[in-house]
């Protein structure tokens, strides 16, 4: 099996069920991306929607599974190709229903008349939610583990490493570059986390004690998953420099084995986000209070633009996840320095030859 | 603390904080030395410009009620255990307390109904309630 049939036979049906069940594990107070109060949370379009939906993304995600059967998965780009037209595909379901919802609410005036209210719990700041440190360690000892068993290889290397195909000169450069990729990942999504501790808590305002619980026990079940999957990814990487380093030698189909950590560490935040957002979709819903109709601010029903809110992470409205507050300018400098960070190790790879 | 506020109202925002805060202060949740969360967390928990933050505690430490250190924060001065509120602020609030009283009698609620949802409101206060009339 080749890395590509991995990720098509692995990843297709994977997104598949996830974009399938994410969705339907909001709050009912939002519905595809859209604010309902509570007085409407069993409107008929709203279950007419939810039903269409889990039809419409069942046949997306079989198709696209079916497609990868029928090309084989042998050429990694094809399995790529499918793997995004099924998430255009699923978006296109999601904002299907959205518009349809967004369009009786409308019509009807759901929110006319009623006192719409933000809420926020002090005690987030003044107790914030300790972030779970030791569950870097994982990670941690995966990058030291690469660089010790680099060190002592370096000297025994011969003087040109298959890269994929590709002989380069060995150097320390060519040789460690997987340590920076593995630096880079862990340092930039644990940066993300940090900065998620430090975002606004998603708040019912019919029950914000009961919510910011659920709030605390989502983010930490979830932050935990993550930085799982930072160990997972840098175990993939770790034996991807095991090859370069000629210390396992692998060929043919087992090569795939490489990406099974990473895989896997996925499927572990998958499941918990899902299992995450399934719980606080549970919230009981009362008729006393009414959160605010904010749904200007959200493009398409999943894309967060809002000038007015300081915040640059903001909790999604389709499973439980953040999203980017793009009307935010600190956030598109974050972004702006994703990408020169990312341009500069492409340059710089090519550069070097690698 | 609980801060509930509603930002398409036909009250400022800044003065739906101040008037939540007083609140607070009033029932004993936020008493005498406890900290306010900084302007910029307070703004984004409520998805709010800073200043506008700002605006609503620069009334509440005008009023004497909140302390605004540079390293300490925004933190509580006094409550109703600190003593007798300063000369000529009584007179200040019975102008106000007047307007308030007005509206009642101007929408025809008889004197008997409004003292006792005076003597209510002060009664939750005091036990710790939220002051609010049912």
């Keep these: 099996m080749t890395t590509g049939a991995l990720i098509g036979y692995l990843l297709v049906p994977l997104f598949g069920v996830f974009l399938y069940i994410a969705p339907l594990v909001s709050r009912p107070t939002v519905q595809f991306g859209v604010r309902v109060p509570p007085a409407h949370i069993s409107a008929a379009v709203i279950?007419?929607?939810?039903?269409?939906f889990q039809w419409r993304s069942a046949i997306v995600a079989i198709c696209a599974t079916a497609a990868v059967i029928a090309v084989g998965g042998h050429q990694a780009w094809q399995s790529r190709l499918i793997l995004i037209v099924e998430f255009v595909a699923d978006l296109g379901c999601f904002w299907l229903a959205h518009r349809r919802i967004t369009k009786v609410k409308a019509a009807e005036n759901w929110f006319a008349g009623q006192r719409q209210t933000v809420v926020a719990d002090t005690s987030w700041r003044a107790q914030p939610q300790p972030f779970p440190i030791e569950w870097l360690l994982p990670a941690v000892a995966v990058i030291v583990a690469t660089v010790i068993i680099g060190i002592v290889r370096y000297p025994h290397l011969p003087a040109h490493l298959d890269r994929s195909g590709h002989r380069v000169a060995t150097s320390p450069v060519s040789a460690f570059t997987v340590v920076v990729g593995q630096l880079y990942v862990t340092g930039l999504w644990t940066w993300v986390l940090a900065l998620v501790y430090r975002s606004r808590?998603?708040?019912?305002?019919?029950?914000?004690?009961?919510?910011?619980?659920?709030?605390?026990?989502?983010?930490?079940?979830?932050?935990?998953?993550?930085?799982?999957?930072?160990?997972?990814?840098?175990?993939?990487?770790?034996?991807?420099?095991?090859?370069?380093?000629?210390?396992?030698?692998?060929?043919?189909?087992?090569?795939?084995?490489?990406?099974?950590?990473?895989?896997?560490?996925?499927?572990?935040?998958?499941?918990?986000?899902?299992?995450?957002?399934?719980?606080?979709?549970?919230?009981?819903?009362?008729?006393?209070?009414?959160?605010?109709?904010?749904?200007?601010?959200?493009?398409?029903?999943?894309?967060?633009?809002?000038?007015?809110?300081?915040?640059?992470?903001?909790?999604?409205?389709?499973?439980?996840?953040?999203?980017?507050?793009?009307?935010?300018?600190?956030?598109?400098?974050?972004?702006?320095?994703?990408?020169?960070?990312?341009?500069?190790?492409?340059?710089?790879?090519?550069?070097?030859?690698? | 603390m609980?801060?509930?506020?509603?930002?398409?109202?036909?009250?400022?925002?800044?003065?739906?904080?101040?008037?939540?805060?007083?609140?607070?202060?009033?029932?004993?949740?936020?008493?005498?030395?406890?900290?306010?969360?900084?302007?910029?967390?307070?703004?984004?928990?409520?998805?709010?410009?800073?200043?506008?933050?700002?605006?609503?505690?620069?009334?509440?430490?005008?009023?004497?009620?909140?302390?605004?250190?540079?390293?300490?924060?925004?933190?509580?001065?006094?409550?109703?255990?600190?003593?007798?509120?300063?000369?000529?602020?009584?007179?200040?609030?019975?102008?106000?307390?007047?307007?308030?009283?007005?509206?009642?009698?101007?929408?025809?609620?008889?004197?008997?109904?409004?003292?006792?949802?005076?003597?209510?409101?002060v009664a939750g206060f005091t036990s710790g309630g939220d002051g609010k009339t049912s």
Excluded at chain 2, 75 to 83: K, L, P
Aim: proline share 6%; charged share 20%.
């Design chain 1, 201 to 354: 808590p998603d708040l019912d305002t019919a029950d914000p004690a009961g919510s910011l619980r659920s709030y605390r026990r989502a983010l930490s079940a979830v932050a935990r998953a993550m930085l799982i999957m930072l160990a997972c990814v840098d175990l993939t990487l770790l034996l991807a420099a095991l090859r370069l380093w000629q210390i396992w030698r692998v060929s043919g189909g087992a090569a795939a084995l490489v990406a099974l950590p990473a895989g896997l560490g996925l499927i572990a935040v998958l499941t918990t986000s899902v299992l995450a957002g399934r719980a606080r979709a549970r919230t009981a819903v009362t008729a006393g209070a009414v959160d605010r109709d904010d749904d200007r601010f959200w493009k398409g029903g999943f894309a967060y633009v809002n000038r007015d809110d300081p915040a640059v992470m903001v909790g999604s409205r389709a499973g439980f996840g953040w999203t980017p507050n793009l009307g935010n300018p600190a956030t598109w400098l974050f972004i702006a320095g994703l990408v020169t960070v990312v341009a500069a190790l492409v340059i710089i790879r090519f550069a070097v030859g690698l």
């Design chain 2, 2 to 121: 609980l801060l509930s506020i509603e930002p398409d109202g036909p009250v400022p925002i800044y003065q739906q904080i101040r008037d939540r805060i007083v609140e607070a202060i009033a029932t004993g949740e936020a008493p005498v030395g406890s900290g306010l969360p900084a302007t910029r967390q307070l703004a984004v928990d409520l998805s709010i410009n800073f200043h506008t933050v700002n605006k609503g505690y620069d009334l509440l430490r005008q009023e004497g009620l909140l302390r605004i250190g540079r390293k300490a924060g925004a933190v509580v001065q006094r409550d109703a255990s600190s003593g007798p509120p300063r000369p000529g602020w009584e007179e200040d609030w019975a102008g106000r307390l007047r307007t308030v009283l007005a509206e009642a009698t101007a929408q025809g609620l008889p004197p008997e109904e409004i003292v006792r949802h005076c003597r209510e409101i």
């Design chain 1, 47 to 52: 279950r007419r929607e939810r039903r269409d």
